[in-house]
């Protein structure tokens, strides 16, 4: 068997085990989901006509519309926090150790948990978006390809966070460390564009929340899925998307290879 036939044997195996981890104690993953769903939830009902108003909409739907892509990200960004956690609970329950003394692919431990991690913001991304649509949220102006665009970068932008995510995981010495350490991937969301425009900041704060990249990515997707214009938003999120990437991926690989774990 080749060496690429044994990398994705491995990594199968690696996805499933933490496909079933995630299936049997769904209890993390469901309070990190339940935080979008009630900013959601919140911002609509409670500060919904107010936020409206302030944009120029003329009824609540108008700020269901602008917030919507908001929390389709923040959902990502919620999601992969219990990435962080999972890949430090197996650095130090000695599981690693294991994996390191038996004959499989080395990278596949990691590759697993980002292609699971991946998988769970997807389906999570789908039912903040189904809630979404329930309450009110349309997006009758996309084509099929902006649709597929739209997936494509939240897909995307999963990627980046997750490899960000496992790095996080490893430098933490418990699974609460981890949590903590990746805490910034709710923080962010939350001082962008998700739930007001960027002009209506302080003037000092606006560059902070146009450039961080949670921003375009948001900006992106609202033009994608709202026919608003992206400008240099989509160049912006795809250029933040890749060197994220890049860069967890090397934090991931040198910490994982130099751990004696």
Known sequence: M??????????HTMLRRNLLHARRYPSLTLNLLLTPVMLLLLFVYIFGDT????IGGADRSAYIAYLVPGILMMTIGGTTIGTAVSVSTDMNEGIIARFRTMAIHRGSVLVGHVIGSVTQCVMSVVLVGAVAAAIGFRSTDATALEWLAAFALLTLFALALTWIAVGMGLISPNAEAAGNNAMPLIF???ISSTFV???AMPGWFQPIA???PFTPAIETLRGLLLGTGIGHNGWLALAWCLALTVLGYLWSASKFNSDPK
């Open 2 to 11: 080749s060496s690429l036939s044994l990398a994705v044997r491995d990594t």
């Open 210 to 212: 146009e450039y961080q």
């Open 51 to 54: 936020m409206s108003a302030g």
């Open 188 to 190: 962010l969301p939350l």
């Open 197 to 199: 425009p960027i002009d």
